[in-house]
């Protein structure tokens, strides 16, 4: 849809807005103008020695075809660079809440040896107060 409203003239830009992977710890938003072509891109000294010739013969169609194919591929892009910083952002989401699970277990562990070092404290001072109170 988007494709055959560019190539019909119904609409005069496209941008894509989308989540970017950069590396496992950063993931940024990302702005891509995809139509129309950002010239400073392009390589313009591309010589072609290619002794094809293409069909259809028509400019016009060729464009068109290109024009779809290459919004498609920018599209699918974008997903998978999307796709790829999610799953990094969950993945260190997850390494932050076993970090901070791992944690609380220690402090747990602590208190609960506290606990038990404490109740048993207690029952000795009883048997031994039990046992000087029969002297």
């Not at 791992?102 to 609960?112: R, S």
Request: net charge negative; hydrophobic share 40%; aromatic share 6%.
């Amino acid at each position: 849809e988007v494709a055959e409203s560019y190539v019909n003239g119904e609409t005069d830009k496209i941008i894509l807005i989308h989540n970017g992977y950069v590396n496992m710890i950063t993931q940024e938003i990302r702005e891509d103008q995809v139509l129309p072509v950002d010239s400073s891109k392009l390589v313009l000294d591309a010589v072609s020695t290619s002794e094809l010739e293409v069909e259809p013969d028509d400019d016009d169609t060729l464009l068109d075809a290109l024009v779809k194919r290459y919004i498609e591929y920018t599209m699918y892009y974008s997903l998978i660079d999307s796709l790829a910083a999610e799953h990094s952002a969950r993945m260190q989401a997850m390494d932050a809440a076993t970090s901070n699970a791992k944690e609380m277990v220690k402090e747990l562990t602590v208190k609960y040896n506290k606990a038990r070092q404490e109740a048993i404290t207690t029952e000795l001072i009883e048997i031994i107060s039990g046992v000087e109170s029969m002297k």
